[in-house]
């Protein structure tokens, strides 16, 4: 008897079991899509944000492999064929021209720009431009070699200084090292780094088949700009160059950043405003609003009450 009466209470709990479960039934789901909604409106819901990220130009690294593969094979040709007299001229002359920076004789230096330029005009003249490339291509391979040696720690042949001039103590300045003895640039970089310098010695950067492509031009200031936290005006400088050879760079959102890392807050809110103003949707859409209020609550925070 006491047996049935503790069935008829097992049955009569697990009715009312199932009857409050018509209650509940789907709390998991609907649980869930309450902390997604609320974790998603945390994330679209503008906050004041510090900048933490500087948007960088995009490259093309097939191009980038491409141009490298075509360099090497230029500097292979030329290594095997000698290259005319005029040519090669350009070639030592430019090595001196670092040498004298090195050193610090600046008259020296100036006086073999100077020379450099003319032979430059000079070799094209007589010889077209075909060898004067295939040089570029084989002191581009000797720059990246020395640099190479420099950073295992090999005796110093004063080749990295005759081919980039003062390029280690820039480099120094300008943060560019990863430890005592590293460059903080892949090869691309540092072909690209190499190039303008070569072009701009040698008057050659506006010419055609020798001026920096698009592409080379990216990685060339991709590096820079990445490596320009200290100087805020030299940082505006690039990105103003970047976006002449990258039309969808971001640039006043990374004006904003620039200004906002500097500390200059009001100017940081004009480009956060101007980039919403010409995006206000897209990838740096929310950033840019957090960014932009952080900067406004500064600049109120610094400036005098009336």
């Keep these: 008897m006491s047996g049935g009466v503790g069935e008829v209470k097992t049955v009569q709990s697990q009715a009312s079991a199932r009857g409050l479960s018509r209650h509940v039934e789907g709390w998991q789901p609907a649980l869930a899509a309450v902390v997604i909604a609320a974790t998603f409106a945390l994330l679209v819901v503008p906050r004041p ?13 097939r191009e980038s492999e491409r141009a490298r593969e075509a360099s090497r094979a230029q500097a292979r040709r030329a290594a095997a064929e000698p290259l005319p007299y005029l040519v090669r001229a350009i070639g030592e002359t430019l090595r001196a021209f670092g040498k004298a920076e090195v050193e610090g004789r600046t008259g020296d230096a100036t006086r073999k720009l100077i020379e450099l330029r003319g032979l430059t005009q000079t070799a094209r003249a007589k010889h077209g431009d075909e060898g004067v490339q295939a040089l570029l291509a084989l002191q581009a391979e000797l720059f990246v070699a020395a640099v190479s040696r420099w950073e295992a720690g090999q005796p ?8 980039g001039g ?8 300008a943060g560019w090292l990863s430890g005592e003895r590293r460059l903080a640039a892949d090869e691309h970089e540092r072909r690209a780094l190499f190039k303008l310098r070569w072009v701009e010695a040698t008057g050659l950067r506006a010419t055609t088949g020798f001026s920096p492509t698009a592409n080379e031009l990216r990685v060339y200031y991709r590096f820079l700009l990445g490596h320009s936290d200290r100087n805020t005006e030299e940082a505006l400088r690039q990105i103003a160059a970047i976006e002449k050879v990258d039309l969808d760079y971001p640039g006043q959102f990374a004006r904003g950043v620039v200004y906002a890392r500097g500390g200059q807050f009001p100017q940081a809110a004009d480009a956060f405003q101007a980039h919403l103003a010409k995006h206000p949707t897209g990838p740096w859409a ?7 209020l952080l900067a406004v609550e500064r600049t109120r ?4 009450a009336p």
């Design 156 to 163: 110093d042949d004063g080749e990295l200084g005759e081919l």
């Design 286 to 292: 929310l950033r840019a609003k957090n960014h932009l």
């Design 49 to 61: 944000a510090a900048p933490d990220t500087l948007p960088l130009p995009s490259v093309d690294a």
């Design 301 to 304: 925070e610094t400036t005098p």
């Design 166 to 173: 003062t390029f280690l103590d820039k480099a120094k300045v």
